[in-house]
Structure formats: structure tokens, C-alpha cells
């Protein structure tokens, strides 16, 4: 992203950001919001980020994502958050996870939970989005709280691999102990219900087992 190309420009979202669009995407109007400046991407996720992260989901209904490190699908080590907009490809505008999340019963004080994989999960308030400031603020707080049920902090120098997701109502950490299994690459989409294989045969072997198993094994048991 230093440079980037030009072709991939969207917007400027801050003086500390730019919105790009990604060039390898599998999904439509898929988005990047990048630091201008270099940080590794597996620091911690701070108020800017945040902020620049919402002034974008005020306007994009979608998945927000972050792959913290090679460990958790992250391919590029300069700091990028990405967004994928809603629906995927269906007239079911809500990620198919979220029934099984049961999102629904978030509170705003954060859970760990294990389905069947362990993460800490809390609800957001989508009102935030009409200030991006505050909203960066509000989001570093919710994901403060979600790194120290994993014994996890801000100060930290460089984090353990993780994936956080969220929409504007819901926020979901999940650690990371491989980031591939039987050669099936995962980052955080696959823990919203979109995996890649590449090969038919890779293909037959994920409906055998099941994605949850998959899930189960590159993330805590």
C-alpha cells in the first residue's frame, strides 16, 4: 500500500486513513481501509482505526474484518481493516452465523463464549455511526474489553493471532492457533460462514467434515 495504485483509490477517510478497494476480492465492492502511514498489522487495533472503520460502515452496510497476523489470514503486514458489504449474493441481508452467534443475546459487557470454537463476543451501538470520533472511542473500549478475556492488551508491542468481526450492532474476537487445516486456508471470513477451497476435491473434503470442525481446529478449542 505505499504507494498504492491509484486504480484501487476509493476515498480519503481521515488524515490517518484511505479507503481502497481490494485487488484480489471474492466479493463485490469489497473495501480497505488503510493507514497511511506503515504499522504492522499485528498491532493492536487503536481509536483511529476505529473511527475511520465506522466513518465507513455509517455508509456501507457490511462485515467488518481484521485479520491480526500471518496466523490469522492476514496477507499484507501494513494495517489494513476491510469490509465486505452486505448481502452476500442472497436476499438474507444478515450473515447466516449470526443465528448461531445468537446475537441476539449480546449484552453490552463482553462474553466468551465456545460455538464450537472459543471468542468473546459484545454488542455495539449502530447510533455511533453519526460520529466517528466518538464512535472510535466507543469501538477501542469494546475491543479492550474483548482482549482481556484473553489476557490480551492494547500496550502490548505486537498481539497474538486473532480475527475480530463486527456489523453495527454486534463485535466478535476470535484467537487463532493456525491459519491453515488439511490445507484449507481461513482468515476471518471463514469464521462468518465463508470459506475458499481451491480445488473440487478440497471442496468434497469440507462438506465431509464440516466447516465447524475447520473452524474448530484453526482457532481454541
Not at 162 to 185: C, D, K, Q
Request: glycine share 6%; net charge negative; aromatic share 10%.
Amino acid at each position: 500500500f505505499l504507494p498504492y495504485e491509484p486504480d484501487m483509490y476509493v476515498a480519503d477517510i481521515s488524515p490517518t486513513h484511505v479507503c481502497l478497494l481490494n485487488k484480489f476480492n471474492v466479493i463485490d465492492h469489497h473495501l480497505l481501509v488503510v493507514t497511511r502511514a506503515f504499522e504492522e498489522q499485528d498491532t493492536a487495533i487503536n481509536a483511529a482505526d476505529f473511527a475511520a472503520l465506522w466513518a465507513c460502515m455509517a455508509e456501507v452496510d457490511g462485515l467488518a474484518f481484521y485479520n491480526a497476523g500471518k496466523l490469522a489470514g492476514a496477507s499484507q503486514r501494513h494495517k489494513h481493516l476491510q469490509i465486505a458489504p452486505l448481502p452476500w449474493g442472497t436476499a438474507n441481508k444478515r450473515l447466516p452465523v449470526e443465528a448461531a452467534l445468537a446475537v441476539d443475546t449480546l449484552g453490552e459487557e463482553p462474553q466468551m463464549r465456545t460455538w464450537p470454537y472459543v471468542h468473546g463476543a459484545v454488542r455495539l451501538d449502530s447510533a455511533w455511526a453519526e460520529d466517528a470520533a466518538s464512535a472510535g472511542q466507543e469501538l477501542l473500549a469494546k475491543y479492550v474489553a474483548l482482549l482481556h478475556l484473553f489476557d490480551m492488551s492494547v500496550d502490548d508491542a505486537l498481539l497474538p493471532p486473532y480475527n475480530l468481526l463486527a456489523t453495527r450492532s454486534w463485535m466478535v474476537l476470535v484467537p487463532r492457533r493456525h491459519e491453515v487445516f488439511e490445507g484449507i486456508a481461513v482468515n476471518a471470513l471463514g469464521f462468518a460462514g465463508s470459506m475458499l477451497v481451491r480445488s473440487d476435491t478440497q471442496l468434497a473434503y469440507l462438506r465431509e467434515i464440516g466447516p465447524l470442525v475447520v473452524l474448530r481446529k484453526v482457532g481454541m478449542a
